[in-house]
T-cell receptor, first 114, second 116 residues
Framework: DAGVTQSPTHLIKTRGQQVTLRCSPKSGHDTVSWYQQALGQGPQFIFQYYEEEERQRGNFPDRFSGHQFPNYSSELNVNALWLGDSALYLC?????????????FGEGSRLTVL | GNSVTQMEGPVTLSEEAFLTINCTYTATGYPSLFWYVQYPGEGLQLLLKATKADDKGSNKGFEATYRKETTSFHLEKGSVQVSDSAVYFCALTARLQPGGYQKVTFGTGTKLQVIP
């Protein structure tokens, strides 16, 4: 049973560029959430996708956008990158059925903006 | 809004010492509470959970009890090992109406270092 998979694992961009990160949820899960984890900090909620729609959003600017595909996989896009976007981006999946709200995380995509 | 406060680290213990990491929360309603662990270079893994007052979550020798009266969910382990060295995050979520869950809110994390 494959867990949550993310790609790429590491990437380096320069200021002003755009980036796309990808996530495949755990088998049987249909809800995907994205989190940003700065060095030494806890994960901060970016948004959540369910049924191909953004259902909840955290306090992130419109430069952060996403998409969910019919197979439940998801993308996170960040435009106009700046130095402060350097972080570990975590994807987490969960099941919409009876559950206790727990998340299953991928290993993350580490973004460095120079 | 919901929030989680956990003790700052780093916490350094000798092997076989007793561990407590404090966590308190603020939430409306009856949240589910979690402890996640992050080993170096990895994503977060669920360590244990509790979904209602007085529930005790346990896993790999770690325990935490959901205390509604003190809004706390402290993590404990009787005898830590070097392999327990990691960052521990307390977290909560609450049900949405008519269904689903709110975003999971995390604390800032507590780094644990266990020395032989």
């Amino acid at each position: 049973d494959a867990g949550v998979t993310q790609s790429p694992t590491h990437l380096i961009k320069t200021r002003g560029q755009q980036v796309t990160l990808r996530c495949s949820p755990k088998s049987g899960h249909d809800t995907v959430s994205w989190y940003q984890q700065a060095l030494g900090q806890g994960p901060q909620f970016i948004f959540q996708y369910y049924e191909e729609e953004e259902r909840q959003r955290g306090n992130f600017p419109d430069r952060f956008s996403g998409h969910q595909f019919p197979n439940y996989s998801s993308e996170l896009n960040v435009n106009a990158l700046w130095l402060g976007d350097s972080a570990l981006y975590l994807c987490a999946s969960s099941a919409a059925g009876p559950n206790t709200g727990e998340l299953f995380f991928g290993e993350g995509s580490r973004l460095t903006v120079l | 809004g919901n929030s989680v406060t956990q003790m700052e680290g780093p916490v350094t213990l000798s092997e076989e010492a007793f561990l407590t990491i404090n966590c308190t929360y603020t939430a409306t309603g009856y949240p589910s509470l979690f402890w996640y662990v992050q080993y170096p270079g990895e994503g977060l893994q669920l360590l244990l959970k509790a979904t209602k007052a007085d529930d005790k979550g346990s896993n790999k020798g770690f325990e935490a009890t959901y205390r509604k009266e003190t809004t706390s969910f402290h993590l404990e382990k009787g005898s830590v090992q070097v392999s327990d060295s990691a960052v521990y995050f307390c977290a909560l979520t609450a049900r949405l109406q008519p269904g689903g869950y709110q975003k999971v809110t995390f604390g800032t994390g507590t780094k644990l270092q266990v020395i032989p």
